[in-house]
């Protein structure tokens, strides 16, 4: 995951503040474990043992369920979304979101765990601006493709093709359940 929140791609590890360069003298920062040996930006696509490593930390701090009843449901599914799909790593998150949801379990929770979307098209950052009916809806922040639309179809997109990948249920357009601004 990347991001101001990256995690080590193998481990889910957070990623220190602190940056070194490598020897590209690209920045890096180190995960936060006693046994790190990599040094990483975060990765678009990591391993499912470091987004169920993430899922589980994001959890105990966020959501409101002491007895972690989501847990078991959560590493399931991130194994079908991990063996079924190639998607960025953000694709997922919210795809697990909506299985869960979809399972009954509040994933309120999830939005606070400073997953960051990006534009699909670029993985750039997005910028919010108002759309027609006055809501906020995310532009691509560099206008990757040079026309100045709203990407907020197309990250649904992607968020449903992850999921109908995964867990081999079509959902057709407009029908997530979650929101995912």
């Given amino acids: 995951m990347k991001g101001p929140h990256a995690i080590c791609p193998s481990s889910g590890a957070d990623l ?18 006693p046994d790190h040996d990599v040094l990483s930006t975060g990765q678009t696509h990591s391993s499912r043992r470091a987004l169920t490593a993430f899922f589980e930390r994001t959890h ?56 960051v979307l990006v534009c699909p098209h670029c993985g750039s950052w997005l910028k919010y601006r108002p759309a027609p009916k006055g809501e906020l809806l995310p532009k691509c922040g560099v206008n990757c493709r040079d026309r100045d639309e709203f990407v907020f179809g197309d990250i649904r997109r992607e968020i449903r093709e992850t999921f109908t990948a995964a867990f081999d249920s079509s959902l057709d357009r407009g029908q997530l359940q979650i929101t995912e601004r």
């Fill in 16 to 33: 220190s503040e602190d940056r070194h360069p490598d020897d590209r003298g690209i920045p890096q920062r180190e995960p936060q474990t």
């Fill in 60 to 115: 105990g701090e966020y959501a409101d369920d002491p007895e972690r009843t989501q847990l078991p449901s959560a590493t399931r599914y991130l194994r079908a979304l991990k063996s079924e799909t190639d998607a960025r790593d953000e694709w997922v998150w919210y795809a697990l979101a909506e299985r869960l949801h979809r399972d009954g379990f509040n994933v309120g929770w999830m939005r606070m765990a400073d997953v």
